[in-house]
């Protein structure tokens, strides 16, 4: 069975940084979209970032990038984003989803585009 476990979160300060991996295991689609969300208490849950599989491409919020870097290692199954000059607005629960090839990059916004999703990482961001 498809797993998609997230790790890296924790508590840090203001302007610090965190590394969250996400490892796939299990049988997934051979070239997926693999991207980032997450959501805040009381929020509706957001698009963060996403990397296509096939050729590496990646896609970030406007707000979020060159603060947040989205990579993959394909030799691990894994995914990181790695997050910069955190703010107490990225407070949020980190989850990592997988979904089918498409060259459509206005679909990886979109939540429901996704069809596996891990358990979630909590970052916490203390001002």
């Known amino acids: 069975q498809v797993q998609l476990v997230e790790s890296g979160g924790g508590l840090v300060q203001a302007g610090g940084s965190l590394r969250l991996s996400c490892t796939v295991s299990g049988r997934i689609f051979s070239s997926p979209i693999m991207g980032w969300f997450r959501q805040a208490p009381g929020r509706e849950r957001e698009f963060v970032a996403a990397?296509?599989?096939?050729?590496?491409?990646?896609y970030y919020l406007d707000s979020l990038e060159g603060r947040f870097t989205v990579s993959g290692d394909y030799g691990k199954n894994t995914m990181y984003l790695q997050m910069n000059s955190l703010k107490p607005e990225d407070t949020a629960v980190y989850y990592c989803?997988?979904?089918?090839?498409?060259?459509?990059?206005?679909?990886?916004?979109?939540?429901?585009?996704?069809?596996?999703w891990g358990h979630g990482t909590q970052v916490t961001v203390s001002s």
């Open positions: 989803a997988a979904g089918r090839q498409s060259y459509d990059p206005n679909t990886y916004y979109r939540e429901r585009y996704y069809d596996y």
């Open positions: 990397i296509r599989w096939s050729d590496g491409n990646t």
